[in-house]
């Protein structure tokens, strides 16, 4: 089972970027995933990146100001976020899955999450 260990967390204003990683043994073999989790909701996709990093899919309601990316080289997949507001705050996670194929949405097809990163959006 891989562990999955985020960071980049912190607080931007609003306006600001952040990227927040993702770092993984072996995360070539996984189909790679963002969520969102903000106090009192359910958590939410935000992206998706194929096991080679030449398919992404993403949440409609980012409207372009979200990129998932990976290099699994270093066992890494990222997310840039930009243009960030304050709705952005939540917890950040990131999920695998050991498949390839269409790319998963679905909170509860990932296998394998890590323990979440802090994201505030001050306005």
């Known amino acids: 089972q891989v562990q999955l260990l985020e960071s980049g967390g912190g607080l931007v204003q609003a306006g600001g970027s952040l990227r927040v990683s993702c770092v993984a043994s072996g995360l070539q073999f996984y189909q790679m995933a963002w969520f969102r989790q903000a106090p009192g909701k359910e958590r939410e996709f935000l992206a998706a990146i194929s096991r080679g990093g030449e398919r992404t899919a993403y949440a409609d309601s980012l409207k372009g100001r979200f990129t998932i990316s990976r290099e699994n080289a270093k066992n890494t997949v990222y997310l840039q976020m930009n243009s960030m507001i304050p709705e952005d705050t939540a917890v950040y996670y990131c999920?695998?899955?050991?498949?390839?194929?269409?790319?998963?949405?679905?909170?509860?097809?990932?296998?394998?999450w890590g323990q979440g990163t802090q994201v505030t959006v001050s306005s």
């Open positions: 999920a695998s899955l050991f498949a390839s194929g269409v790319l998963q949405r679905a909170r509860a097809a990932y296998t394998n």
